[in-house]
């Protein structure tokens, strides 16, 4: 036997069966089949993987490389980690009468292959991670001619696996610590075993450092864990996210549904309402909403003891118009006179569609002085206007007659006043019409000087030609 580099290997050796040389073939198999052109190593692997006797994914990484260009150290190597002892007599008989295994396996194998140059442990490594059986430990020789030197193995290993825990074997002759450092930098997963190493520490070292590896895989695997778990939970807070902002896009969609059709249903409340309180043909008032506004402003000008105004306008002879030139024209010359008082009335004035052919206006806050000013002043602007207006009957002249009331004469109901106006107008039209006539008060008792009598007052000066259907 020859005396092997590794201090104290010879006291394991010799507690071994002479036939040592079949312990050793793993190694050498590997060994030669690589100096063939390459091996399935790793196959080889699997295959113990598959027949339980190495590694699987949760139990303990056992896998070791072992690179050194000395065949006698790859040995020392082997048999240091891959001590096997072949069944004795008693366990073969054990075995047959108990039914116990005459193989006793070992706690915790190392899985040991051994390469010579660096470039094969690269190979090795890069293969072992891919098939999913990455190293443990690599112990690695420094002075490895012709090939890559201790440091150059270390970096290309850890280049392809940068969870390998590395040993260096060194020699005090090779590289200085310092040196090591400074090319490779301070990692804890580098330890250097000092030539000539004793059995011993090789154990501990690669049981120790097979068991850090664990420790770390194992913890970045709970930190795998961990990230798949954030992952899934950023992916279901996502996910909500995005429901949430779908449904508050939706609900804003719904709520901008919602303001248009109350647009289009308050548009359509105000069309209702014009049409039900407008002249369809004029576009003023009709009588009932006239009459509506008309009590209000009543009501306002008691509380405030303001005087409010009534005029009264009707068509003069607008029974001819239509007889003459038909209805058509009839409805222009309604619209012509409507079109002209509209045009004639302060913003506080309001105008409704009485009758047929008659106006009601009225004219808050506005004393009867100013009231007779206005129903002259419309008077006149449909006396030159409204016949103009009618352009299907070509010199056509429209005129009016005006009545006016205010609550300054007592009336004491919206009615009253109406009807007072009314009174006015009548005697308008009695008067020769196209004029107008205001209700003015007159002392009709010596004996009750609060009480008086209405008395018709003419507004218009008379004249001396009277238009065609005065
Ligand atoms: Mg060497």
Redesign the pocket.
Known sequence: MKRSPVRGLLEITDLRDESDEAVYSTGRDCQNHLNEGGIDVIGRAREKMKSGSTMRSEQPNRHVLVV???KTIQDDFLKILQPQVEPDGMSLTRSSLFGESSNPSRLDPFQVDCVDQGGAGLALARRAREEGFPYAVVFV????PPGWDGLETIERLWEVDAELQVVVCTAFSDRPWEEIAKRIGQSDKLLILQKPFNSIEVLQLATALCRKWDLAHEAAGQLDELNRQVEERTAELLGANERLTQTNADLLRTVADLEVAQAETLRKNDALERLASRDPLTGCFNRRAFYAQFEEAFAESREHNTELCCLMVDIDHFKRVNDQFGHGVGDQAIQAVSGCLSAGLRLMDTIGRYGGEEFCLMLPRTKRTEAADLGERLRIRVETEAGVRVRAASGLAITVSCGISSTALGARTPFELIDQADKALYAAKESGRNCVMALEPIIAWTNAPDQFEPQVRRITPRVSSPPMFR
């Open positions: 050194d260009d000395n020789d420094m002075r490895m």
